[in-house]
């Protein structure tokens, strides 16, 4: 018994020490699930970084992360956090206290000096964008320049309908067989080209109704996924994230941002280098990078890695991310540091050193050509801020005239020959021709008025010469290349001579009308446009031609891309009111594709 009491007197104890503790586990369980259901009704707030500007950001948001990065661009390319793109209008992005305040492109100040690294613009201005984009609906007239425009639209027409009704998605068009044209350098033949580089000149045109064709595709189907082989890494900035990046600046419409991020991170493992140089080519489904075997034992060319400034730099102030211009900055250091033979830059640079290859090569024309352009548009885009590329343009700018003009024997034409060494070749690429507007831009941006004039004047002598070009040919449209000697003047009767629709003519004489005002430029970009309709319009587009002196000989068959970007844009603008797309208030791309200048 007295075990038994105690037995049961030991487990009534027991039994009571387990309530107790079991009502204490209770109490606790109920005091921590208050705090969670506080902590759940409160996460959004808690979990939202709040800006000095009331701007909030939640990580969820972002869209690339910290490893992401790492993965593509290297670990110690990394150098902070990376900030999101931000695809919701209600949510604003961080703006931290420690950075400066960010520019926008229109309304916040940034004081004048270099581009800042962590600078960012607010793509939600309250700019009318009307206003900024200027005068795009025309009711068609009996004006002179009316007819011409709609000229212009109805080839832009018959260019877009050929590819629509034969190659829709595909990178080109070849109008004669009426079928795709494909280019290695867009890395898969599913790769759009001509839709994404023709949207915003439909748009600009005022074609709706093709242009939504065109959006309608891009955000249901673009995808650098499509990108299956190897692309060229310059072509595919320019043309896609050029194009893409336009079309936000234009419409202000996120999902073109945030295709063009996708396109701008698909080709950051280019960029691992030891110099940061960039090679030219990518597998994007194998991040491998290589350089051209024939471009001087596998270096990196000017022309390329030179020309993706305006781009990447554009992509990190409207995503946040600052990684992308960080890329483009560091090719800049590069070039600005590097050895330069008479304050020239050769054509090819090693990507392992970061210096120049000794057999040098200048050339304004091919291999070289864009670079330069970027440079003075780098700083007008920047809105005069961006100094060293300032420096770095009137730098070369005087070498270049120094060093690389000519005047012909036979009729005193001036031109850009091509270096090698010391040895001067007397030749002018239709390429070259885009330097007309270069200069012209110069021009108006010199303080000391003597120097204006000259600059000017270097200008239209660089734009006759080019014209020369045209108006000495049988169909009156210019040659791929043109020579000055004994046999040639400003003509190519032996080899070069076909054309493949380019643009730089017509662009050097858009640029030379808008900032002169001289009726002659309209004229001669009229005189070419009726050209290329009469010697290069087959059935189902255009075309480029076998040889220039003689029609005869026939088209390639390639509908080019940069028909519809580049060429037929600037001829419209010439017969549009000088308000579209201002050169106050937009910089073209080398794709011909405007961003808008960022406000200090």
Not at 109 to 128: F, H, P, Q, R, Y
Not at 382 to 407: C, F, H, P, R
Not at 470 to 494: K, L, V
Request: glycine share 8%; aromatic share 10%.
């Amino acid at each position: 018994m007295k075990f038994s009491q105690s037995s049961s007197r030991g487990c009534a104890m027991q039994t009571v020490r387990f309530n107790r503790q079991a009502v204490l586990a209770l109490v606790g369980c109920f005091v921590l699930t208050l705090c969670l259901i506080g902590y759940i009704s409160s996460g959004d707030e808690r979990s939202t970084v709040v800006s000095d500007r009331g701007y909030a950001v939640r990580p969820a948001a972002y869209q690339i992360t910290q490893k992401a990065v790492e993965d593509v661009a290297g670990v110690d390319a990394v150098k902070e956090p990376i900030i999101p793109v931000v695809r919701r209008p209600e949510i604003k992005p961080e703006v931290k206290e420690d950075v400066p305040e960010p520019p926008k492109e229109v309304g916040v100040k940034l004081d004048a000096g270099e581009v800042k690294d962590d600078v960012s613009a607010d793509d939600n201005s309250d700019v009318n964008l009307d206003d900024l984009i200027g005068k795009r609906h025309y009711v068609d007239g009996a004006d002179e320049n009316d007819k011409r425009r709609q000229k212009v639209k109805e080839m832009m027409l018959h260019a877009w309908n050929g590819y629509k009704n034969y190659s829709w998605g595909a990178n080109e068009l070849r109008p004669i067989a009426k079928t795709a044209n494909s280019q290695n350098i867009f890395g898969g033949n599913q790769m759009p080209a001509t839709i994404i580089d023709a949207a915003d000149t439909l748009f600009i045109m005022d074609l709706m109704d093709e242009y939504r064709e065109a959006h309608d595709y891009i955000k249901a189907n673009f995808t650098m996924t499509k990108a299956t082989g190897t692309l060229s890494v310059f072509e595919t900035t320019i043309r896609f994230l050029g194009g893409l990046l336009s079309l936000y600046g234009l419409t202000r419409e996120q999902i073109y941002l945030e295709k063009a991020k996708e396109v701008g991170e698909a080709l950051l493992p280019a960029f691992k280098t030891p110099s940061g140089v960039p090679k030219s080519n990518l597998d994007v489904q194998r991040k491998y990078a290589s350089n051209y075997g024939w471009a001087n034992g596998g270096s990196s060319i000017l022309a390329e890695f030179g020309s993706l400034h305006l781009e990447f730099t554009y992509l990190s102030r409207m995503t946040k991310v600052p990684l992308f211009e960080k890329k483009v900055k560091k090719i800049r250091d590069v070039l600005d540091k590097a050895e330069k033979p008479d304050g020239l830059y050769p054509n090819y640079m090693s990507p392992d050193s970061g210096k120049f290859v000794q057999t040098y090569h200048m050339s304004v024309g091919a291999l070289g050509d864009s670079f330069y352009e970027y440079l003075i548009k780098s700083w007008l885009m920047s809105n005069k801020t961006d100094i060293q590329a300032k420096k770095m343009y009137w730098d070369v700018s005087e070498a270049i005239v120094n060093k690389m003009l000519g005047k012909s024997e036979k009729s005193g034409l001036t031109y850009t020959a091509e270096l090698r060494g010391t040895n001067k070749e007397h030749k002018m690429g239709h390429l070259a021709c885009f330097v007309v507007g270069m200069f012209g831009l110069q021009a108006v941006n010199e303080i000391d008025a003597e120097k204006k004039a000259k600059t000017m004047n270097l200008a239209e002598e660089l734009g006759k010469t080019c014209h020369e070009s045209y108006i000495r040919s049988e169909t009156h449209i210019g040659p791929e290349m043109f020579y000055f000697n004994a046999n040639d003047e400003a003509t190519s009767r032996r080899a070069e001579n076909g054309y493949i629709l380019r643009p730089e003519v017509i662009e050097g004489f858009f640029y030379l009308w808008r900032l002169t005002g001289k009726t002659m430029y309209r004229d001669w970009v009229w005189d070419a446009v009726q050209a290329i309709d009469k010697y290069c319009r087959v059935d189902a587009g255009f075309a480029g031609l076998q040889n220039v002196y003689d029609p005869n000989r026939g088209h390639d068959d390639v509908q080019q891309s940069f028909f519809l970007a580049e060429t037929l844009k600037y001829a419209y603008l010439t017969f549009a009111d000088i308000s579209l797309i201002s050169l106050d208030q937009w910089v073209f791309n080398t794709e011909a594709h405007p961003f808008p200048v960022l406000s200090r």
